[in-house]
């Protein structure tokens, strides 16, 4: 099957700095989980996706379509679900006034047929009761479903969302992330997050980015993998190592070296992850 996503020899810049460069990729259905510290180009990338930012090299196909046409890009517009990193929310305006806002501009010309696709999406996120409810009076938790029902508008085969499970609680999170499970079954769906809790509950594949390049590329477990034989536990903090936390249990996890008196821990993706990076994570939990 043809990808719904190529992208070859990605290329962004602003001024002198390089933000993306020369990256390639495909996707296809699922949901892909794209993690990586701050600055490592992920919204670049998901905006170039979205067609609101246009590379200055490389190639990039969307939806069989090239971004690069214009006529072709209002198609990919069209076409996309995008949650961008901070969507407006329009406070004085109805859940239901905002989606159709968005169908408006979708170009969801009759309009029966945008109330009745309005009405599916808020259905579908979990948000019918709420749709006479002007959006400050909203839980942040029911903006962000709002959010991804205006990106649901026109049932699109390529979702693209940027940190979505950003300020949810743990419920809300559960929620949203057993919808967007449920969304990747018959659709690609990229995206971005800081909570490698995410990738693990509900993407079959992750990428890793940093400095605007791919670091990695596969399965949540094989990223766990990674960090085999390379996390402890141990009662007492370890004495020579930066890259330890306490875990739930009252015990340090650390990462790298065996600290005296450890026992071998199982590796998680967030270890995986870490010591991917070389980050310090000097974490009290
Ligand atoms: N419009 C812009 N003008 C100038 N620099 C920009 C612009 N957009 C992004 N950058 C820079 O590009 C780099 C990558 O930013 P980007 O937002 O893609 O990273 P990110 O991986 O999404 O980070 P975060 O996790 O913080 O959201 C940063 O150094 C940022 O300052």
Not at 217 to 244: E, I, K, Y
Request: with cysteine; charged share 25%.
């Amino acid at each position: 099957m043809e990808p719904t996503v190529t992208v070859r020899g990605l290329t962004k810049r602003f001024g002198r700095t390089t933000v993306l460069d020369g990256l390639s990729l495909e996707l296809g259905r699922g949901v892909t989980g794209l993690l990586g510290p701050n600055g490592a180009g992920k919204t670049t990338l998901l905006r170039t996706l979205a067609t609101t930012l246009a590379p200055d090299a490389g190639e990039v196909r969307a939806l069989g379509l090239d971004p690069s046409d214009h006529v072709q890009r209002t198609e990919i517009r069209r076409r996309l679900g995008y949650l961008p990193q901070n969507p407006g929310h329009y406070p004085h305006f109805t859940a239901f006034e905002l989606v159709e806002y968005v169908a408006i501009l979708k170009e969801h010309a009759d309009r029966r047929e945008r109330h009745r696709e309005v009405r599916r999406v808020l259905e579908e996120t979990g948000l019918t009761e709420q749709s006479r409810t002007r959006v400050r009076k909203l839980s942040g938790g029911m903006r962000q479903r709002l959010a991804l029902a205006q990106a649901l508008l026109g049932d699109p085969g390529l979702l693209v969302l940027d940190e979505p499970t950003v300020g949810l609680d743990p419920e809300q999170r559960m929620r949203f992330r057993a919808l967007v499970s449920r969304l990747g079954e018959s659709r690609t769906v990229l995206l971005s997050t800081h909570q490698t809790e995410d990738v693990a509950a509900l993407c079959e594949r992750v990428i890793v980015m940093k400095d605007g390049g791919i670091v990695f590329d596969g399965t949540p477990g094989g990223l766990a993998a990674t960090a085999a034989g390379q996390v402890w536990l141990s009662h007492r903090p370890p004495a020579a190592s930066r890259l330890f936390w306490r875990a739930a249990d009252g015990r340090y996890r650390t990462l790298g070296a065996r600290p005296q008196d450890a026992v071998p821990a199982e590796p998680g993706v967030e270890d995986g992850y870490l010591l991917l990076l070389g980050e310090s994570a000097e974490v009290a939990a």
